[in-house]
C-alpha cells in the first residue's frame, strides 16, 4: 500500500450533509474504489461503500439511505450527521499492482452554539468619564470586562476577553466602534448579543470615536 494523502479537516453542523471528494488528479481507470469510516469514539474502522466495476456500487449495511456514491467522480455525499459520525473517512483505490489511500477527511459534527446574553452590570458617570462592567455569557460560561470612555474615545480594560467554554467554542467580548458585542461561535454556527456604549453614556460623543 503505497503512503496516503495529507487529512482535511471538515467540520459539520449537526443534522446537516456534507459531500467528500477524492482529489481531481487521480487516474481511477479500471480501478475499484473502497470508502472506510474509522470512527473517532470506538477507534473501529468500518466500510461504508464498495465500487468493483463493472458493477454497481455496494453500500454496506447501517448505511444504506444514509450515504449517497456518486460513480463519476467517486465520491460519497454523507446525509444528516450525528456527533457518532465524527471521525476520519478515507478512501483506498485499488488498481492492477497496487492499493493507495487517495484521500482523507477527518470529519467533527458539532452542536450549533447556544445563544448568548450579554448584560450591563454596572455603569459609574462622573462629569469627565463612564465606566462601564458587563458580563458576556452562555448557559455553561462567561466573561466579564470592563469599558472606561471619556467624551471623545472609548477603551475595553486588558484589551479583548475571550476563551474557550466546556463545550469547546469560543466566548467573546469586544469593542467595536460604538458597541459592545459578546460573540459566541464554533466552527459551524455563532451567535452574538451587542450593546450600543451611548445608551448607558449618553452624555459622552462616542458616536464618532476613531479605535
Given at each position: 500500500?503505497?503512503?496516503?494523502?495529507?487529512?482535511?479537516?471538515?467540520?459539520?453542523?449537526?443534522?446537516?450533509?456534507?459531500?467528500?471528494?477524492?482529489?481531481?488528479?487521480?487516474?481511477?481507470?479500471?480501478?475499484?474504489?473502497?470508502?472506510?469510516?474509522?470512527?473517532?469514539?470506538?477507534?473501529?474502522?468500518?466500510v461504508l461503500?464498495?465500487?468493483?466495476?463493472?458493477?454497481?456500487?455496494?453500500?454496506?449495511p447501517g448505511?444504506?439511505?444514509?450515504?449517497?456514491?456518486?460513480?463519476?467522480?467517486?465520491?460519497?455525499?454523507?446525509?444528516?450527521?450525528?456527533?457518532?459520525?465524527?471521525?476520519?473517512?478515507?478512501?483506498?483505490?485499488?488498481?492492477?499492482?497496487?492499493?493507495?489511500?487517495?484521500?482523507?477527511?477527518?470529519?467533527?459534527?458539532?452542536?450549533?452554539?447556544?445563544?448568548?446574553?450579554?448584560?450591563?452590570?454596572?455603569?459609574?458617570?462622573?462629569?469627565?468619564?463612564?465606566?462601564?462592567?458587563?458580563?458576556?455569557?452562555?448557559?455553561?460560561?462567561?466573561?466579564?470586562?470592563?469599558?472606561?470612555?471619556?467624551?471623545?474615545?472609548?477603551?475595553?480594560?486588558?484589551?479583548?476577553?475571550?476563551?474557550?467554554?466546556?463545550?469547546?467554542?469560543?466566548?467573546?467580548?469586544?469593542?467595536?466602534?460604538?458597541?459592545?458585542?459578546?460573540?459566541?461561535?464554533?466552527?459551524?454556527?455563532?451567535?452574538?448579543?451587542?450593546?450600543k456604549i451611548?445608551?448607558?453614556?449618553?452624555?459622552?460623543?462616542?458616536?464618532?470615536?476613531?479605535?
Open positions: 500500500m503505497q503512503g496516503s494523502s495529507a487529512v482535511t479537516p471538515v467540520f459539520v453542523q449537526k443534522g446537516e450533509d456534507v459531500m467528500l471528494n477524492l482529489t481531481e488528479a487521480d487516474d481511477l481507470e479500471n480501478s475499484a474504489v473502497i470508502w472506510n469510516f474509522n470512527n473517532t469514539s470506538s477507534n473501529k474502522e468500518s461503500v464498495r465500487w468493483f466495476p463493472p458493477k454497481e456500487p455496494e453500500v454496506l448505511y444504506k439511505g444514509r450515504i449517497e456514491f456518486t460513480v463519476k467522480k467517486y465520491c460519497v455525499k454523507l446525509k444528516n450527521l450525528q456527533e457518532t459520525d465524527s471521525g476520519v473517512y478515507f478512501a483506498r483505490v485499488m488498481g492492477a499492482v497496487d492499493v493507495q489511500t487517495t484521500a482523507e477527511h477527518s470529519v467533527t459534527v458539532q452542536d450549533p452554539v447556544s445563544p448568548v446574553k450579554l448584560t450591563v452590570d454596572s455603569v459609574s458617570n462622573s462629569s469627565d468619564s463612564c465606566n462601564l462592567t458587563v458580563t458576556c455569557s452562555t448557559q455553561d460560561s462567561h466573561i466579564s470586562s470592563t469599558f472606561t470612555c471619556d467624551n471623545k474615545t472609548c477603551s475595553q480594560e486588558e484589551g479583548e476577553r475571550s476563551e474557550v467554554t466546556t463545550s469547546g467554542a469560543s466566548l467573546r467580548v469586544y469593542l467595536v466602534n460604538d458597541s459592545i458585542t459578546c460573540n459566541h461561535s464554533n466552527q459551524v454556527s455563532w451567535t452574538k448579543d451587542v450593546t451611548q445608551d448607558f453614556c449618553s452624555q459622552h460623543d462616542v458616536q464618532n470615536n476613531v479605535f
